[in-house]
């Protein structure tokens, strides 16, 4: 158990002492099983760098058990009528809801971040996307269509595309589970899931509670693991007809080939390096202590982060020097600590590898304005970090860094900053700041990216579709589309003569 725990000063629930004090094992078919060959992989408190607990290391043999599972749940899950299977969504949005502090308190302690984001944002998210999903179940419908064949009855039906494999990254646990199984099961999928190796002790509470829920045994199974052993298991396996990936462009890649041989259908949500672009006539108050939120939140561990701050020139210097406080007002500290503003970044390596993208910006002559250093503290930590008058071809503004660093810019000509800021191989998300309401449409319509925020950054709804462009991927998340990427379109003619 890592001392955080037994630090009097923290306030933690019961129910996560308890959890915590099992084994962590795969769960599949309905039931939690150790792997086949008994190994474990351990998950660290990132803030301390203790392990936590050792968790079960799913490996190919455990993937097949898992699908098989899912494929024997399919033909009754798929035929359950929907209105039972929007009351199971339901119900798993209520205990999700019920066990907010086990829930987030976990998560919390896995991935590092500050409590406050874990229960009052995450969790609450999680329960919509639940319900909002519920909502769809009911609704997937075909259409009669008119043929050109005399006397024909030609109609259309919706029909779930089959096992999904989910595999998620690490920087929001339980919100990006609930993206991705909640559309799969509403639509009539079953699923296996194979969290981040980092942060797996979510997905296993919410395997619990499927079984609270009363999901049918197989429906959804949860396989902790490794990427290269569990995940690419998953992703080669001939049975899972559709991967539903979130994480980094290397593996998103390697998924798009892998899935290509089976031709599976394939949802890819990758990285980013957005624009986040402030005009002199904006509300400049708001929008710079924004900019700040929108990179440090998180710690910087976000595909959309607003990792590269465009500001026209005349407002420049007065934007830095608000971003800049607001850098320097955030406290360190472990995501239980109440006081922690921002907590550390997920694992060694992640620190390591921000750490690196630190060296090669100043290398490269980037000016540092703040920040910089890791921390005296035990844990990955890295201080928020600002560098300014940073040219575009240096590596900082090409490349993701996926922490608290934030490369500022200024521009001075219009025209060239949507080119400027479209010079990129990534396209998920861009920000834009102004108060003239042409300007900033002009600018939404102009942005290379799969979602603009105007005058607001890291705004998301269950019912608003969300996904990259370009390198950031393909297919959405959330919304509509997610659900109906669940299902088969079958054509059925009849010759009525
Ligand atoms: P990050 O670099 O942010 O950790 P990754 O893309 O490596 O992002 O990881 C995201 C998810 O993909 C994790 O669940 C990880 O285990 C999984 N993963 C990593 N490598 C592979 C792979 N070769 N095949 C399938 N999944 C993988």
Not at 186 to 208: D, M, N, R, W
Not at 387 to 406: K, N, Q, S, W, Y
């Amino acid at each position: 158990m890592p001392t955080i725990l037994e630090d009097s000063a923290i306030a933690v629930d019961p129910s996560v002492r308890e959890f915590l004090s099992r084994p962590m094992k795969l769960f599949i078919n309905g039931e939690f099983v150790e792997a086949a060959d008994g190994g474990t992989f351990a998950t660290y408190d990132p803030a301390t760098a203790e392990e936590i607990t050792p968790i079960a290391r799913a490996q190919k043999e455990d993937i097949d058990r898992a699908v098989a599972a899912a494929k024997a749940a399919l033909p009754a899950w798929s035929k359950l009528p929907p209105n039972q299977r929007a009351r199971v969504l339901l119900k798993l949005a209520d205990l999700v809801e019920e066990n907010v502090d086990k829930i987030a308190q976990t998560d919390s302690l896995d991935l590092g971040k500050p409590l406050v984001v874990a229960r009052d944002y995450d969790v609450p998210f999680v329960a919509d996307v639940f319900r909002y999903y519920a909502g769809w179940a009911t609704k997937a419908h075909g259409e009669t269509l008119d043929s050109g064949w005399p006397d024909t009855h030609v109609y259309t039906k919706k029909q779930p595309i089959g096992v999904v494999g989910a595999i998620i990254a690490w920087n929001f646990p339980l919100t990006l589970l609930s993206w991705k199984v909640a559309p799969a099961l509403a639509a009539g999928c079953t699923v296996v899931l194979k969290p981040a190796e980092q942060t797996p002790l979510s997905a296993l509470i919410f395997a619990e509670l499927c079984a609270e829920a009363g999901v049918p045994d197989g429906v959804v199974n949860v396989c902790t693991g490794i990427g290269e052993e569990a995940g690419a298991a998953l992703v080669a396996h001939p049975d899972v007809r559709k991967i539903s990936f979130t994480g980094s462009l290397e593996v998103g890649r390697l998924i798009a080939q892998q899935a290509a041989r089976d031709l599976k259908h394939v949802t890819l949500e990758l990285g980013g390096k957005s624009p986040n672009i402030i005009f002199a006539d904006a509300d400049i108050e708001v929008a710079a202590a924004q900019a700040a939120q929108a990179i440090f939140f998180n710690s910087g561990q976000v595909c959309c982060a607003g990792s590269r701050l465009m500001v026209e020139k005349p407002v420049y210097d007065q934007v830095l020097e608000i971003v800049t406080d607001e850098a320097n007002n955030h406290k360190l500290g472990a995501g239980l600590d109440p006081s922690t503003t921002l907590g550390p970044l997920v694992s060694e390596e992640q620190m390591n590898r921000v750490r690196g993208y630190l060296r090669v910006g100043e290398e490269e002559g980037a000016r540092l304005v703040s920040g910089g250093n890791g921390s005296d503290l035990p844990g990955y930590f890295v201080e928020p970090t600002i560098m300014a008058d940073v040219p575009d071809h240096l590596t900082v503004v090409r490349e993701e860094i996926f922490g608290p660093v934030l490369v500022a810019q200024p521009f001075e000509d219009v025209e060239e900053l949507t080119s400027r800021a479209n010079d990129t191989e990534y396209g998920l998300a861009a920000g834009v700041w102004t108060t003239d309401v042409r300007k900033a449409h002009r600018a939404a319509e102009a942005l290379d990216a799969g979602t603009v925020w105007i005058n607001c950054y890291n705004y998301f709804d269950a019912g608003v579709p969300w996904g990259g462009w370009k390198l950031s991927g393909y297919g959405k998340d959330l919304g509509r589309e997610a659900f109906e990427k669940h299902l088969e379109t079958k054509v059925v003619w009849t010759n009525l003569a």
